[in-house]
């Protein structure tokens, strides 16, 4: 199964929570060093209020895995770079995220 793209680099199979589009826009317009990003699983959470965040978890094959919250639930993302940690949160910052 072929992915949709937006942009070619936004991979989108899922849905994507609100705020979370515009935020993953902005990173990869300004951060030509990122791949793409795939959106995963959207499951509900009730800490998920307010500016949308970002929390940086593991490192995988390819890059990073994230997980984004906002709108009364979390996202998993998967971003393909050879950013180190440090950088892809200030890159998530300077897209509008709240790093954590």
Known sequence: MRLR???DRLK???SIISGVREVLEALLESNPEIRSV???VIRPVRDAKGKVRVRITVPVQNGWKAIAFSAGARQELFVSTTLPEAE???AFAAAG???E
Do not use: D, Q
């Open 5 to 7: 793209t937006s942009k």
């Open 38 to 40: 795939i959106p995963g």
């Open 88 to 90: 892809l949160k200030k």
């Open 97 to 99: 995220a709240a790093v």
């Open 12 to 14: 989108v199979e899922h």
